[in-house]
């Protein structure tokens, strides 16, 4: 079964703390994305990476790194974590032309 | 870049009726149009797509209308039920693979 796996599902971080989040997908999909969804602005690209070491800019990538070292594993890290980064998190891969998404990270940062 | 507009926030219907949700998009060049359901607090799942080449598409319950002249393209829901009712999101691709989605659509179904 064709999944976008993320950890951790929730996480509660203080402010100025690293923080690391994990997708994982075993499709051998090339293309994934990470995104944050805030309510009612709908979803806001922060990275997109077509392969191992190839990644690229969202709309939105201040205050935001990646790791793309695997095909099969895309990380998202946040430097000294601010306040407004407070936001749930999708990591998708491409399955068929369409995003696949994983079930999301909650992320509060205080 | 491109722009993605949903134009209701909202939507309320009865069930059995049909809802429509409207999107419009900015880059001409834009040729492929997926829309998402999001249920309370769980991910966002495929629902239907669209390709520039064709200007209707239906699975089941659910139709995509696309005019490209006016670059705007819809999600009809007809025969709505109670399970229909989420958020629903219109997205549009800009070529490279980047995808951006509209604000999304809250759907409630009245029983």
């Known amino acids: 079964d064709m999944k976008v796996t993320q950890m951790p599902r929730y996480l509660i971080k203080r402010m100025g703390e690293n923080v690391l989040l994990e997708c994982g997908q075993d499709?051998?999909?090339?293309?994934m994305y990470w995104y944050r969804q805030d309510p009612g602005l709908g979803l806001q690209l922060i990275y997109i990476?077509?392969?191992?070491?190839?990644?690229s800019e969202g709309d939105i990538p201040k205050g935001y790194r990646v790791s793309r070292k695997k095909r099969e594993h895309f990380s998202l890290i946040l430097d000294s974590a601010k306040t407004n980064q407070t936001s749930v998190y999708f990591c998708?891969?491409?399955?068929?032309?369409?995003?696949?998404f994983g079930e999301g990270t909650r992320l509060s940062v205080l | 870049g491109e722009k993605v507009e949903q134009h209701e926030s909202t939507l309320s219907v009865r069930e059995g009726d049909s809802a429509v949700i409207n999107c419009t998009y900015t880059?001409?060049?834009?040729?492929?149009f997926p829309w998402y359901k999001q249920e309370a607090g769980k991910s966002l799942h495929f629902v239907i797509d669209?390709?520039?080449?064709?200007d209707r598409k239906q699975s089941q319950r659910l139709i995509v209308l696309l005019d490209k002249k006016a670059k705007r393209f819809s999600l009809h829901i007809t025969a709505t039920q109670p399970e229909d009712s989420a958020i629903y999101f219109c997205?549009?691709?800009?070529?490279?693979?980047?995808?951006?989605f509209g604000a999304g659509t809250r759907l409630k179904v009245i029983a």
């Open positions: 669209i390709r520039s080449n064709v």
């Open positions: 499709m051998s999909h090339e293309t």
């Open positions: 998708a891969s491409i399955h068929n032309q369409a995003p696949l």
């Open positions: 997205a549009g691709n800009t070529g490279n693979y980047k995808y951006v």
């Open positions: 880059d001409t060049a834009s040729s492929y």
């Open positions: 990476s077509y392969d191992v070491d190839s990644n």
